[in-house]
C-alpha cells in the first residue's frame, strides 16, 4: 500500500478561481507566481508581467517555476538526517542567492522556523545527490519528508513549501496536530507525487503515514 492511499478519495482538484495581477491589476486565472527577493513573499502576476519583471536583470522578482520533481534515487542515512539536528521528520532546504549552503526552515504551528546548517553537511548531501545541484536558487527547494515510509523527497517551487507551512500552521490543534491537518498534509503530498516529472518508483510498497 502507498503512502497517503487511503486518503486519495479526498484528493480534488482546486477550481482555479478568477483572481488579479498583484502588478498590474489585471484580471486573471491560472496563473504564475513570483517571489519577491526582499521580502520573500510569493506575488500573484499575470503572464506579461511575470515576463517583465521576472526576466531583467537584477530583477526585484523571480519566477517561480512549477514543476516538480520526487527524488526517487535520493540518499540520505538516518545518521546524516539526524546529524541536521532538525526537531521533526519534514523541512525544506532553500539556496538564497549565490550562497553556497542553504537557509533550512521546518514548519510548525508557529510557522516555518528556521535551523542552522553547516556547510559540510550539505555538501555531503549534494556529493551524494548530483541532482540537487539543479536546484535554482530563492525559488525552488529540496522538500524532505521523513514521516512517510518510505521517505520522500523532491525538488520543488518554494510556494508549495509556503503552502505546507501555511496549513500546517493554520489547522494544527492541540499537542499532536490533530486529525485533520495529517489527513491535508497527505493530500498535499499525493498531490505533488501526482504532479511530479519523475516516475514514482516501489507504489506497491507497503507504508503508513504517522501522526
Same mark, same amino acid.
Given at each position: 500500500?502507498?503512502?497517503?492511499?487511503?486518503?486519495?478519495?479526498?484528493?480534488?482538484?482546486?477550481?482555479?478561481?478568477?483572481?488579479?495581477?498583484?502588478?498590474?491589476?489585471?484580471?486573471?486565472?491560472?496563473?504564475?507566481?513570483?517571489?519577491?527577493?526582499?521580502?520573500?513573499?510569493?506575488?500573484?502576476?499575470?503572464?506579461?508581467?511575470?515576463?517583465?519583471?521576472?526576466?531583467?536583470?537584477?530583477?526585484?522578482? %523571480? !519566477?517561480?517555476?512549477? &514543476? +516538480?520533481?520526487? =527524488?526517487?534515487?535520493?540518499?540520505? *542515512?538516518?545518521?546524516?538526517?539526524?546529524? /541536521?539536528?532538525?526537531?521533526?521528520?519534514?523541512?525544506?532546504?532553500?539556496?538564497?542567492?549565490?550562497?553556497?549552503?542553504?537557509?533550512?526552515?521546518?514548519?510548525?504551528?508557529?510557522?516555518?522556523?528556521?535551523?542552522?546548517?553547516?556547510?559540510?553537511?550539505?555538501?555531503?548531501?549534494?556529493?551524494?545527490?548530483?541532482?540537487? %545541484? !539543479?536546484?535554482?536558487? &530563492? +525559488?525552488?527547494? =529540496?522538500?524532505?519528508?521523513?514521516? *512517510?515510509?518510505?521517505?520522500?523527497?523532491? /525538488?520543488?517551487?518554494?510556494?508549495?513549501?509556503?503552502?505546507?507551512?501555511?496549513?500546517?500552521?493554520?489547522?494544527?490543534?492541540?499537542?499532536?496536530?490533530?486529525?485533520?491537518?495529517?489527513?491535508?498534509?497527505?493530500?498535499?503530498?499525493?498531490?505533488?507525487?501526482?504532479?511530479?516529472?519523475?516516475?514514482?518508483?516501489?507504489?506497491?510498497?507497503?507504508?503508513?503515514?504517522?501522526?
Amino acid at each position: 500500500m502507498e503512502p497517503f492511499a487511503s486518503l486519495r478519495p479526498f484528493l480534488r482538484q482546486k477550481a482555479a478561481g478568477a483572481s488579479r495581477c498583484e502588478l498590474c491589476g489585471a484580471s486573471m486565472d491560472a496563473h504564475p507566481h513570483l517571489l519577491d527577493l526582499k521580502t520573500r513573499k510569493v506575488v500573484c502576476s499575470c503572464e506579461p508581467c511575470a515576463i517583465l519583471f521576472g526576466s531583467q536583470a537584477a530583477a526585484h522578482y %523571480r !519566477r517561480i517555476p512549477r &514543476d +516538480v520533481r520526487m =527524488l526517487a534515487d535520493f540518499v540520505l *542515512t538516518d545518521a546524516q538526517w539526524e546529524a /541536521l539536528a532538525i526537531p521533526i521528520n519534514m523541512a525544506y532546504f532553500c539556496l538564497a542567492g549565490s550562497s553556497s549552503s542553504p537557509t533550512v526552515f521546518y514548519p510548525s504551528p508557529a510557522g516555518a522556523t528556521e535551523s542552522l546548517l553547516a556547510i559540510d553537511s550539505w555538501q555531503e548531501i549534494v556529493a551524494d545527490n548530483p541532482a540537487v %545541484r !539543479r536546484m535554482q536558487p &530563492d +525559488v525552488e527547494c =529540496l522538500l524532505v519528508n521523513r514521516v *512517510t515510509s518510505p521517505h520522500r523527497y523532491f /525538488l520543488t517551487p518554494i510556494d508549495e513549501c509556503y503552502r505546507l507551512v501555511g496549513m500546517i500552521r493554520s489547522k494544527w490543534r492541540g499537542f499532536s496536530g490533530g486529525t485533520e491537518v495529517w489527513k491535508d498534509i497527505g493530500i498535499f503530498f499525493i498531490s505533488l507525487e501526482n504532479r511530479s516529472t519523475v516516475p514514482r518508483k516501489g507504489s506497491d510498497a507497503r507504508s503508513q503515514f504517522h501522526d
